[in-house]
């Protein structure tokens, strides 16, 4: 069982930046694909990013792409978002996800889940 704890988020101008964390236990971090996503106030859970258990490999969504990074520490068993040039649109309660399964781009596959964590960005 994994447990995935999310911080960093908060409160932010249009333009700035936030890095966000999730701190995993309970599991063999290195073993799981880890995923941030996002659920905006009435709209449903959307894909942002995902990497690969070794981190060798990154997938984006299309709106992030070129403005947010994923990363991963497998010595901290902990996966990060640094997010730059943020927009209002990007306003979300953000989770952080893991899937024993090969991280393919496609969202899919994750069991384990974060509380998640609120990023607001003002214009």
């Known amino acids: 069982q994994v447990q995935l704890v999310e911080s960093g988020g908060g409160l932010v101008q249009a333009g700035g930046s936030l890095r966000l964390s999730c701190a995993a236990s309970g599991g063999t971090f290195s073993s799981y694909a880890m995923g941030w996503f996002r659920q905006a106030p009435g709209k449903e859970r959307e894909l942002v990013a995902e990497?690969?258990?070794?981190?060798?490999?990154?997938y984006y969504a299309e709106y992030v792409k070129g403005r947010f990074t994923i990363s991963r520490d497998n010595a901290k068993n902990t996966v990060y978002l640094q997010m730059n040039s943020l927009k209002p649109e990007d306003t979300a309660v953000y989770y952080c996800a893991a899937s024993p399964r090969v991280a393919t781009g496609s969202g899919l596959g994750y069991g384990y889940w974060g509380q998640g964590t609120q990023v607001t960005v003002s214009s």
């Open positions: 990497i690969s258990a070794r981190g060798g490999s990154t």
